[in-house]
């Protein structure tokens, strides 16, 4: 387990859900990943990201589905990819990413609380 933070510093975390609109490999990456956009509605827009999420996804049953993201990190270049968001996930198993995902679809850009 993590050291406690304090309530406060959970909520500098901007944790949002988007729909996932393009998913492709990110072939310039050196682990297998895929190049995600990911709509978060009006107030955020379409922001992306590189996901390393190959093992339990394809890229055609990732579109249309909504995702969690952390949207306040600075963005990172993965390989040609300027990932602008952190997409959330558990290991399962074998240690491969399970994506978090709402059990029923929510209005895009909702903030985790």
């Known amino acids: 387990m993590s050291e406690q933070i304090g309530f406060e510093e ?3 975390v ?3 859900v988007g729909w996932i609109v393009v998913a492709e490999p990110n072939r310039h990456a050196r682990k297998p990943a895929y190049r995600l956009e990911i709509d978060f509605g009006p107030e955020i827009g379409i922001r992306t990201s590189s996901a390393q999420i190959t093992e339990n ?26 990932s602008e968001v952190l997409v959330l996930g558990f290991p399962d198993a074998a240690g491969h990413v399970v994506l978090v995902m709402p059990e029923r679809p929510v209005p895009e850009g909702g903030r985790l609380y």
């Open 10 to 12: 959970f909520l500098r």
């Open 14 to 16: 901007d944790i949002r």
């Open 57 to 82: 996804y394809r890229p055609e049953e990732l579109v249309g589905r909504q995702v969690a993201a952390v949207v306040n990190f600075p963005p990172r270049q993965i390989a040609k990819v300027r």
